[in-house]
């Protein structure tokens, strides 16, 4: 494997320029902060627009610059024609745009304009949309009200929306992932959602303490036609099987209703909710698909292999106390919550219904009602002073395997590849499995508008038709968008599909957090801070998960365990000073254990920020990731993913190493810039038992595989040198 990347001649003199693009930004950036008073004047004149006019202006500006190199040793005969180099530069900004015509209604309007300039001179390059749009309001003090989009979330069993959270991760790191999930605009754990929502709230004083409604109605996907053979709208463009494709048969709908009571000056609290996703038959959207045997135009649902509508009712009733405020004392920590929800989901079974002309058996589809239960239990306990605080947050829970609420369980984040696609196309579509794959490519890069290589970087013409010839099997050679975040409301057979495409390193124990379906088990996370702002701060976790319900025949369950700790010390904050110099460090270990089977993984995080002038700092960041998997998960892998149109190899030993460092400018928590260095490289020992070369996962450059002598395995390693530089200013 190359340890070092050698620059020619011509890609220095455009990294020189780069540069100083760069750091002509950055002198303008520090000016414009210098200049306070002319800054207090453009704030002055702001205020009084806002306050005669009702006029709100706000937003974010994004620039970001990837430059990654792609190197492996192995493609020593340079066998992969398509680019080792993948540059994606853009530049994004949304302006927040608050009008307020009368007083009690306001419209909020985001707009995003986009550049690639990559593609600079190209009008396609640049776009504006209005990706946020609403009117809300108010009637008197109590009652609020929103028409368009809106965020939601009201418990993890109800409405939430799951992520990963990397325990002290490395801000270098942290920083590329908040860029992303804004891009996707993600809010924490909110759904973002679209349509009425309506709230209620009214104080009832001290002993009835406070009552609070809401009920929405929203609108969660469309029934409509999406390129099926193209990356936009698939988990697996061109894979045939239920959950692969994203298209819409219905209109997709959730209606919720939601009362929450906080008596006893609000230490107690005693709530329900009553949640409906249903799919409106009546929006049926169907197409002509060519059936190549027969020669004939079938005209199908539009996605016929998740066809059955959906229709879904989730009860959730809660309760919780803050102990620490029914005894009045303030330095104590003791609130327990509890929620248990049911789901009640039509699902289908398919019944003989007779032979054709041929004699072949037809089925149909028949309803029946499937009951299924989710309970979860947190206790939280601690003390707290103005020089240190401890707590414990534990939570138990059980979620039978008929549980479902794709409202609570679709995750916000799919892992996918991202840089360098071009190099492995026509296998960058299966996610993890795909050989270039890796977590912290997945979960730090992304590109709003990615214009893809056809496969041979051969001329197109009408002659030729070498765009139609020329397509992968992942994303046709149309610009796309690649990220890992997502805010869809995802199927039943699409969330099945995500379990099996999941990454295992961020995903093993829970995937859906805490409404995973056919879970039972412990998760109990450790908390100590000392100093001022928590100078020091350290934590513990500790998770055990098993199934409720055996997938496999032989009835044995999964058993999923997470440990691990950390902490981050600010140095210089501990001594006094006004200035940062936080170290920090994590380590979680990850196993899965199945009939005798197991899959373990190591993650480790070491990060470091020194603030060493004013508002110049320079950041490190170091993250590795270990996995091993034994034979007899090897062959439950391959059993998992053997619907798929490839034959998986799986990763027996596999090394993940991603570092960092680079220099910043901080004008404030959300406005700062960076130029950074790294490089991600991979090491992966697949078995290749039983597989064919051109056959499987592993990479096309691969020349041939090992003797098939019953414990075969073939090494490959890759490098990701990437310089990354960007410019992120919320105002």
Known sequence: MKKIYQMNTERGLKMLRFTG???????????????????????????????????????????????SHLSSDQDVNAYNVMSDREVMEFVQMDLDFGFRPWDNVRVNAKMRTFAGMQDYFAASATSVTFPWLNVEGNVGESFYWVVGDFRSQISPLTVYAPGVDIMYEPMIFARNKEIARGD???????????????????????TLGEIRAEAFAARLRRGEYLDFSGYEGNLLPNEGIPGASQAGNYDKYAINGNLEWFPMNRNLMVAGTYLWIVDDENSINRSYFFDQQNQIFNYLPTNYLDSLPQNTKVVSGRFGGDVAGFLGNKNLILDLTGEVAMSMDEVYKYQENGTNEEGVVLYKPVKEDDKGMAANVELQAGYKTDLWNARINAAYIYNDSSWYNNMAQSPSFVARRILNTDKDGNLTKYGTYAPLYSSFDAMYYFTPRHSPLSSSLANASPLNNKFQKEQNKSYNIAPYSKTSYTTAVFTRNELALLDELSDPALQMALPNGLATTNRTGAKVNLVAGFGKDNAIEAQGLFVMQEQVKSILPSGEKAKYTEMGGGAKVDVLKLLGFNTILELSGSYKYSTKEIDKASMNSDFINGGLYWRYFKRFGVSAGFQMIRTNINSGMANFEQAMTSNLNVSVAPIMQGRQMQWMVGLDYTLAPHAWLSMNYGQISVENKYRTRGLT?????????????????????ITHEFTQSIIDARINIEF
């Not at 800054?39 to 004149?45: E, L, Q």
């Not at 993600?186 to 009214?202: A, H, S, T």
């Not at 070369?693 to 395995?713: H, M, Q, R, W």
Request: glycine content about 10%; proline content about 2%.
């Open 21 to 67: 693009t760069i750091l002509l930004s950055a002198v303008a950036f520090a000016a414009a902060s210098v200049n306070a008073t002319n800054a207090a004047k453009i704030d002055s004149t702001i205020e009084s627009i806002e306050s005669k006019k009702g006029v709100d202006i706000g937003g974010t500006v994004r620039a970001v610059y990837n430059n």
């Open 693 to 713: 070369l051109g056959e499987t996962n592993v990479p096309d450059y691969i020349a041939a595989l090992p003797d098939n002598d019953g414990a075969s395995k």
């Open 184 to 206: 996707a605009m993600l809010e924490g754990n909110q759904r973002n959602l679209q349509g009425v929502n309506l709230q209620f709230r009214r104080g009832l004083g001290e």
